[in-house]
């Protein structure tokens, strides 16, 4: 089962025409990157790269404000420091994943991309395979 076809709470995905479209779905705080949105983009990108029919992600924030407004800081203030050593590993995992993807990925930047969201955006840029 692809991720397009799984209840995502946090993004959205749609494959249409060879391509993945990814849209950040947490408008009320504008789309801020927590433990759970990290997983379903790490599940999304995962699902892109192993489906040899899409050739290319898009992926942009659903919120009127932002891309991606960085980490969700009030998750980040109520975890331990073991589990927020994790929850950063786990969002550069999902960095090098994007930029290795082997495929084209474009943000399109539709808004605030701070912190963790001008990270996506770089990584996107990068993740254009060699000739």
């Avoid at 990108?45 to 980490?71: L, Y």
């Amino acid at each position: 089962m692809s991720v397009a076809e799984t209840n995502l709470e946090n993004i959205i995905v749609d494959k249409k025409d060879g391509i993945a479209y990814i849209t950040m779905n947490r408008p009320k705080v504008l789309n801020a990157l927590n433990a759970a949105t990290v997983a379903e983009l790490t599940g999304a990108f995962e699902d892109v790269q192993s489906d040899d029919s899409i050739k290319g992600a898009i992926i942009t924030g659903g919120a009127d404000k932002a891309f991606i407004a960085g980490a969700d800081i009030s998750e980040i203030a109520s975890v331990t420091p073991t589990k927020a050593v994790q929850m950063t590993r786990n969002g550069q995992a999902l960095m090098s994943l994007i930029e290795g993807l082997g495929k084209p990925v474009i943000a399109a930047v539709n808004g605030l991309a701070l912190g963790g969201g001008c990270e996506t955006a770089m990584a996107c840029s990068s993740s254009f395979p060699a000739p």
